[in-house]
């Protein structure tokens, strides 16, 4: 069987390409985006990558394009698309448009996916594009980006000589502005400290640190997670309510932890087989998105504003900053918080904690702080007062 040369097969691919339009390849794209997390619509999928594969340079700014509300697996698709007609391109000796790959890392309202792959394609035909581009994204909204600038900051503070600590502090204190990776953070936070100055990570990172709390109520056999206690009902911050051991009251907890760790345990009971329910409010500047971000090796539900958002009805599973994510809608002015926190009745060592770390933030992970907060993002108690507020136990609009 005769073999084929390498730049005969290239050239062979390109003339395939030659007769693709990029009108022709909204149906590929199409189909791509359509495939399921299920596997339905994979052989679909797959031969519209093949041909996407055959696309010429000029319409990878097309399938970058396609990236904008791909699902994970769709996505993975189309970067093999895009992968093989650039390593086609490179091994033809064939240019890429990077000019127009350049601009489409730059436009911030892209698929920050389809950015990051569109760099690392315009890396390998620019050595300048890294040293160009990176120092620009410290506040970018792709946390990939914004995590390269902040090393970049980073390692030119640990290259100044002691001389230089008022510039290196400086350079942190800029890299912080964009870092919100906790590994990051905490080196940025313990470089700045060796330097003389503290930095306020409660702040940094929007916890909210002050909180209304009540319970135990019963989750002896794992039963509390579904029923509504009084406070999924309506909060009342003056009642007295009926609970597992008996009549109980709304109390006050909060924590002095740098990385805003509320700790049930230690500041109020060990309770087993126990929910609690801890209630705080935010005041927003304005009408906006957010994520509330949290970590907790507990089971729990939260509601804003009444609203059920999201639940896992888990224990044990270790816990870190970030853990969960749950967007959220926040109106203009007092927006209250409820949290419903399950321990079960392990006795393991292993199994005794009771936490939650929870902040807000914007969906690039940067701090949402609420109006007139302080040097800490505490929330404060005094617009929960003595008022009630009905809740809903809907599941409607759940995400995570």
Same mark, same amino acid.
């Given at each position: 069987?005769?073999?084929?040369?390498?730049?005969?097969?290239?050239?062979?691919?390109?003339?395939?390409?030659?007769?693709?339009?990029?009108?022709?390849?909204?149906?590929?794209?199409?189909?791509?985006?359509?495939v399921?997390?299920?596997? !339905?619509?994979?052989?679909?999928?797959?031969?519209?990558?093949?041909?996407?594969?055959?696309?010429?340079?000029?319409?990878?700014?097309?399938?970058?394009i396609?990236?904008?509300?791909?699902?994970?697996?769709?996505?993975?698709?189309?970067r093999? @698309?895009?992968?093989?007609?650039?390593?086609?391109?490179?091994? @033809?000796?064939?240019?890429?448009?990077?000019?127009?790959?350049?601009?489409?890392?730059?436009?911030?309202?892209?698929?920050?996916?389809?950015?990051?792959?569109?760099?690392?394609?315009?890396?390998?035909?620019?050595?300048?594009?890294?040293?160009?581009?990176?120092?620009?994204?410290?506040?970018?909204?792709?946390?990939?980006?914004?995590?390269?600038?902040v090393?970049?900051?980073?390692?030119?503070?640990?290259?100044?000589?002691?001389?230089?600590?008022d510039?290196?502090?400086?350079?942190?204190?800029? @890299?912080?502005?964009?870092?919100?990776?906790?590994?990051?953070?905490?080196?940025?936070?313990?470089?700045?400290?060796?330097?003389?100055?503290?930095?306020?990570?409660?702040?940094?990172?929007?916890?909210?640190?002050?909180?209304?709390?009540?319970?135990?109520?019963?989750?002896?056999g794992?039963?509390?997670f579904?029923?509504?206690?009084?406070?999924?009902?309506?909060?009342?911050?003056?009642?007295?309510?009926?609970?597992?051991?008996?009549?109980?009251?709304?109390?006050?907890?909060?924590?002095?932890?740098?990385f805003?760790?509320?700790?049930?345990?230690?500041?109020?009971a060990?309770?087993?087989?126990?929910?609690?329910?801890?209630?705080?409010?935010?005041?927003?500047?304005?009408?906006?998105?957010?994520?509330?971000?949290?970590?907790?090796?507990?089971?729990?539900?939260?509601?804003?504003?009444?609203?059920?958002?999201?639940g896992?009805?888990?224990?044990?599973?270790?816990?870190?900053?970030?853990q969960?994510r749950?967007?959220?809608?926040?109106?203009?002015g007092?927006?209250?918080?409820?949290?419903?926190?399950? !321990?079960?009745?392990?006795?393991?060592?292993?199994? !005794?904690?009771?936490?939650?770390?929870?902040?807000?933030?914007?969906?690039?992970g940067?701090?949402?702080?609420?109006?007139?907060?302080?040097s800490?993002?505490?929330?404060?108690?005094?617009?929960?007062?003595?008022?009630?507020?009905?809740?809903?136990?809907?599941?409607?609009?759940?995400?995570?």
């Amino acid at each position: 069987m005769p073999r084929f040369s390498c730049s005969l097969a290239a050239a062979i691919l390109f003339s395939i390409a030659a007769n693709f339009s990029a009108a022709e390849l909204s149906p590929q794209l199409k189909a791509v985006r359509s495939v399921s997390r299920e596997g !339905q619509g994979n052989e679909a999928a797959a031969a519209a990558v093949r041909t996407l594969s055959a696309a010429s340079a000029s319409d990878l700014l097309q399938i970058l394009i396609g990236f904008e509300g791909a699902s994970p697996l769709a996505a993975n698709y189309l970067r093999n @698309a895009v992968e093989s007609v650039v390593d086609r391109h490179l091994a @033809a000796n064939k240019p890429l448009p990077a000019k127009q790959l350049e601009a489409f890392v730059l436009k911030r309202s892209n698929d920050p996916r389809a950015r990051r792959l569109a760099f690392e394609v315009l890396a390998k035909v620019d050595l300048t594009a890294s040293d160009r581009l990176i120092p620009k994204m410290l506040l970018d909204p792709s946390p990939e980006f914004r995590r390269d600038a902040v090393q970049r900051l980073v390692g030119e503070a640990e290259g100044l000589g002691k001389d230089s600590a008022d510039k290196a502090k400086q350079v942190y204190r800029k @890299a912080l502005s964009g870092a919100t990776d906790s590994d990051l953070v905490k080196k940025i936070s313990k470089s700045l400290k060796d330097l003389g100055d503290e930095v306020d990570l409660v702040t940094h990172f929007g916890f909210l640190t002050d909180w209304r709390i009540v319970g135990p109520f019963d989750n002896r056999g794992f039963i509390g997670f579904d029923i509504a206690y009084a406070p999924e009902k309506e909060l009342d911050f003056v009642a007295k309510l009926q609970a597992k051991d008996g009549e109980v009251a709304w109390g006050v907890i909060t924590t002095s932890d740098e990385f805003g760790i509320v700790d049930i345990a230690k500041s109020v009971a060990p309770h087993k087989g126990a929910v609690m329910y801890l209630a705080t409010s935010y005041e927003a500047a304005a009408n906006r998105n957010v994520e509330f971000r949290f970590g907790t090796p507990n089971a729990w539900k939260l509601w804003v504003n009444g609203k059920f958002l999201f639940g896992r009805d888990e224990y044990h599973r270790g816990m870190a900053i970030d853990q969960y994510r749950v967007p959220a809608n926040l109106k203009a002015g007092k927006n209250v918080i409820l949290l419903k926190l399950c !321990q079960n009745e392990q006795d393991d060592d292993w199994a !005794q904690r009771y936490q939650i770390q929870i902040r807000v933030c914007d969906p690039s992970g940067v701090a949402v702080l609420p109006v007139k907060s302080g040097s800490r993002s505490t929330t404060g108690m005094s617009p929960l007062k003595r008022q009630s507020k009905r809740l809903t136990a809907s599941a409607e609009g759940a995400s995570q």
